[in-house]
């Protein structure tokens, strides 16, 4: 082998190497991504079945069935509290959504391709390089749509969630105000 190939050679598995511990931090940030959102959806739940037993319960007993209470404020602490469990509720479909199946995370390089390539007597190392140096830019682009298309789905989740929770204060606020004699 030249010394130019040895060169090449050397280039090119460092290369390698450098692009497949970008992928795999590409790997870990994916799993970071997807236990936040996991991690949203339980949050977001226990949020959403605390808010429609207690709160719920709260408006039924202290302030629709409540005779003193104006109608005003029925109405008004009543749609306070549709909208928080509206928010809450959008919030917890954006974080499921993030987990739908649209694309795929890809491998780099994928067992089948590493397969073909060990299989094949006839291609040299320098083009086991040069191939997988080809293909894993793609994947990694791939990949990298993949995971920010997740993170905007739970950025939208999370707006949704603090909407939520601001009229969920607000109800805790005005109900309290309202029970004031």
Request: charged letters at 20%.
């Amino acid at each position: 082998m030249s010394d130019d190939n040895e060169e090449t050679l050397k280039k090119d598995k460092l290369l390698v190497e450098l692009m497949l511990h970008t992928y795999d931090e590409e790997v870990n940030r994916n799993e970071l991504i997807d236990n936040k959102n996991s991690q949203m959806i339980v949050l977001t739940g226990a949020m959403l079945t605390l808010q429609a037993t207690l709160f719920t319960n709260l408006l039924a007993q202290k302030v629709l069935f409540n005779a003193q209470m104006t109608n005003s404020w029925k109405i008004l602490l009543s749609g306070i509290m549709l909208c928080s469990l509206g928010g809450i509720m959008l919030a917890l479909f954006q974080f499921i959504k993030s987990f739908e199946f649209k694309k795929s995370f890809k491998q780099a390089p994928n067992p089948p391709f590493l397969l073909k390539m060990h299989n094949d007597d006839k291609v040299a190392i320098e083009d086991v390089f040069d191939k997988i140096l080809n293909r894993l830019p793609k994947t990694m682009n791939n990949n990298r749509e993949l995971m920010a298309e997740k993170v905007h789905i739970g950025d939208v989740g999370f707006k949704y969630l603090k909407c939520g929770s601001v009229f969920s204060l607000i109800f805790v606020i005005l109900f309290l105000v309202s029970m004031i004699p």
